[in-house]
């Protein structure tokens, strides 16, 4: 079981910005996800999550109104859509899936600087 994460990179404040998360071994379809992040120096922190099954969505204070996360099953990916981004929102972008285990891909540097 694996989660790929893909999309990061260098933009400017108010510019987008889309996630990708590439689950193998597993059907997203089925498990809670989410997206969580961490900036230096600062504790892990939830910005949005996805449940299994019904696919109900729920942001953190953070996210909202900026951020959606979203998913196809058929290519069994999460993603993560950022508008209007901040220097805030600066930090590793890491996908976490709540299968029989807690799991983890290995993060995406998303970096907002003018």
């Known amino acids: 079981v694996q989660l790929v994460e893909s999309g990061g990179g260098l933009v400017q404040p108010g510019e987008s910005l889309r996630l990708s998360c590439t689950a193998s071994g597993f059907a997203v379809s089925a498990y809670d996800m989410s997206w969580d992040r961490q900036a230096p120096g600062k504790q892990r922190e939830l910005v949005a999550s996805?449940?299994?099954?019904?696919?109900?969505?729920a942001d953190a204070e953070v996210a909202k109104g900026r951020f959606t996360i979203s998913r196809v099953n058929a290519l069994n990916t999460v993603y993560l859509q950022m508008n209007s981004l901040k220097s805030d929102d600066t930090a590793v972008y890491y996908c976490h899936a709540r299968i029989w285990k807690e799991l983890w891909g290995q993060g995406t540097q998303v970096t907002v600087s003018s």
């Open positions: 996805i449940t299994g099954v019904r696919g109900g969505t």
